[in-house]
Structures are given as structure tokens and as C-alpha cells.
């Protein structure tokens, strides 16, 4: 940390040729961090996921866009405004990129246009600040000292309960968004999945008006939010599980349980069950044949 004093945003210095990632408000305007705004007053270019969101923001702390290009670079144009990007940075200017919200790169359409900026031989800084992941952890209760953001649950269910399935092997606190209307459905799949009893907490709304939290065990918020589609962002954080020791009649349950679901196949439903206690998927799967010839 240096001891210099940060200049006004009128006589903010030039910010250095590069992209600069910086990180903006998830709720609160007043979140925004002043380095983020002198470089938002000073970069040759401007760059955002939702330029209306930017210039509603710019507009709140009284920065004025000035005849400076304004770029929107998101999931959907990103071949077409990548080009635009890096021919600014070439002429050696400096570009300032901001998400929709938080941090740029954690669940953001920003991570190619960086990747890309790094391989043609241009700087990437980072202008620290906002981020949903941090603040749902700050608030949940659960462990901190080791975690895991998951981003997105898949859309189709075969891939949903893969990826839960890998999940609860892992031996960290999980971080995961959910859109509003799946809520109730994942929390649902969760407790199936990694067991009714793990805590966990579902933040609603952070650091916005309406914030919410909502803490307790998987079965007590699946049931909460059965059939509910809550307004708001979610981040749903889940508690590591407790280290399994799995008898060999635990694994013959499980894998019975799991053969029983219609359209159930043996070697997925070994590997699931395998990741699940953590054991080999070539022993599971000699037990799941043994279990679908009794059954």
C-alpha cells in the first residue's frame, strides 16, 4: 500500500495503457471504490458489459463520458467487440472494462476479452472492489477459511446432478448463483443430492434495500422455498459436508436407490455414487453390477 494521497476526480492521473478491470457496485452506488472512479474519469476508452448501467453509474458520481468511445462488449458480441478493444490498446491506450455488476471475470462475459489482451502482449490491472461472492460469504455464517465459487448449476438435469454430485465431495464451502425462479428447485436437488442436514444460506438482494439471509440446513430452506420464486439476485452458499466413512451396505443403499430412478444407467450411476463417498468408480461399479443382478 503506498502512502500517497489519491488525487480528485478532477485532477485524477491519467490512468496507464492497459485494460483495466474494474470492479463496480452490486447494489449500493456508494460502493464503488475512489481508484475505480479516477479510472473511470480518466481511461481513453470505456468498456462495459451494460453501457446504460455504466453511464447510469458514471452519471451518479459525476463523471461525464466526454466524447470518449463507449463500448459494450458482452456474452453475445464478443468476436465483434474483442477487435475494437485490443486496436485501443495497441495505440497504447488505456481501457477501462466494467461488468454489470461486481467484479469483473467472476461469472463475467470478460474473461476471453483478458485472456486475449494478456496474449497479444498488453497489460491487465485490476481495480479491486465489489463482489457478490465475498459478501455472501461475509454474511452466510459458514466456514471462510477455504471455499469453492461454483458459478451456475447446468440447465439440463443430467448434467444439474453431476455437477451437485461433484460438489459435495469437495471439502470447502460452496458459492453458488441461482436465478430466482430455479431457487426452489436447486435447493430441492441440493438436499437430495448432499444430505438434508448441511447448513447453508441463501442471500437475497445484497447490499441492496431489500437484503435478505436466510440460514439453516438444506432441508429446512428446500422447504422454505418450495415452490417460491423469491425477487432478487440469490448467491446460495453451502456448508462443506462432514467427512464420509461409507460402510459397504452404505454404497449398496445408495447405488440400489439410484438404479431404481427410471432410465438409470449402471456406470453413471457408479461414478455419481463413487464421487459421492469418494471411492474408486472401478470398485463402485463391479458392487452396481452385483446390485442390479439382485434387484
Known amino acids: 500500500m503506498t502512502d500517497d494521497i489519491p488525487p480528485s476526480r478532477a485532477g485524477?492521473?491519467?490512468?496507464?495503457?492497459?485494460?483495466?478491470?474494474?470492479?463496480?457496485?452490486?447494489?449500493?452506488?456508494?460502493?464503488?471504490?475512489?481508484?475505480?472512479?479516477?479510472?473511470?474519469?480518466?481511461?481513453?476508452?470505456?468498456?462495459?458489459?451494460?453501457?446504460?448501467?455504466?453511464?447510469?453509474?458514471?452519471?451518479?458520481?459525476?463523471?461525464?463520458?466526454?466524447?470518449?468511445?463507449?463500448?459494450?462488449?458482452?456474452?453475445?458480441?464478443?468476436?465483434?467487440?474483442?477487435?475494437?478493444?485490443?486496436?485501443?490498446?495497441?495505440?497504447?491506450?488505456?481501457?477501462?472494462?466494467?461488468?454489470?455488476?461486481?467484479?469483473?471475470?467472476?461469472?463475467?462475459?470478460?474473461?476471453?476479452?483478458?485472456?486475449?489482451?494478456?496474449?497479444?502482449?498488453?497489460?491487465?490491472?485490476?481495480?479491486?472492489?465489489?463482489?457478490?461472492?465475498?459478501a455472501a460469504l461475509s454474511v452466510a455464517g459458514l466456514p471462510t477459511d477455504r471455499f469453492l465459487f461454483a458459478g451456475f448449476p447446468p440447465a439440463s438435469a443430467g448434467a444439474r446432478r453431476s455437477w451437485m454430485t461433484e460438489l459435495a465431495a469437495i471439502p470447502a464451502t460452496l458459492v453458488i448463483y441461482e436465478s430466482p425462479k430455479r431457487v426452489s428447485r436447486t435447493l430441492g436437488e441440493l438436499r437430495e443430492i448432499m444430505g438434508g442436514s448441511r447448513m447453508a444460506a441463501v442471500c437475497r438482494e445484497l447490499t441492496k434495500r431489500f437484503e435478505d439471509v436466510t440460514r439453516g440446513t438444506l432441508a429446512d430452506l428446500a422447504d422454505r422455498f418450495a415452490g417460491q420464486e423469491p425477487k432478487g439476485e440469490i448467491v446460495l452458499v453451502i456448508d462443506r459436508g462432514a467427512e464420509i466413512v461409507a460402510t459397504e451396505a452404505d454404497v449398496e443403499l445408495a447405488l440400489a436407490g439410484a438404479l431404481a430412478a427410471p432410465g438409470a444407467r449402471i456406470k453413471e450411476v457408479a461414478a455419481e455414487v463413487a464421487t459421492r463417498f469418494g471411492l474408486a468408480r472401478r470398485d463402485v461399479y463391479q458392487m452396481a453390477l452385483r446390485v442390479a443382478e439382485r434387484e
Open 12 to 134: 485524477a492521473r491519467k490512468p496507464e495503457p492497459g485494460l483495466h478491470l474494474v470492479a463496480t457496485p452490486i447494489g449500493a452506488a456508494r460502493d464503488i471504490t475512489l481508484r475505480a472512479l479516477d479510472i473511470l474519469a480518466g481511461a481513453d476508452v470505456l468498456a462495459a458489459e451494460d453501457t446504460r448501467t455504466l453511464r447510469h453509474l458514471m452519471e451518479i458520481h459525476g463523471i461525464p463520458v466526454a466524447g470518449r468511445p463507449l463500448i459494450a462488449y458482452h456474452d453475445h458480441n464478443g468476436d465483434v467487440a474483442r477487435p475494437r478493444i485490443l486496436a485501443a490498446l495497441a495505440e497504447g491506450k488505456s481501457v477501462a472494462y466494467a461488468s454489470e455488476a461486481g467484479t469483473p471475470l467472476v461469472a463475467d462475459p470478460g474473461m476471453k476479452l483478458a485472456r486475449e489482451t494478456i496474449a497479444a502482449g498488453h497489460r491487465v490491472l485490476a481495480a479491486p472492489g465489489p463482489s457478490a461472492v465475498l
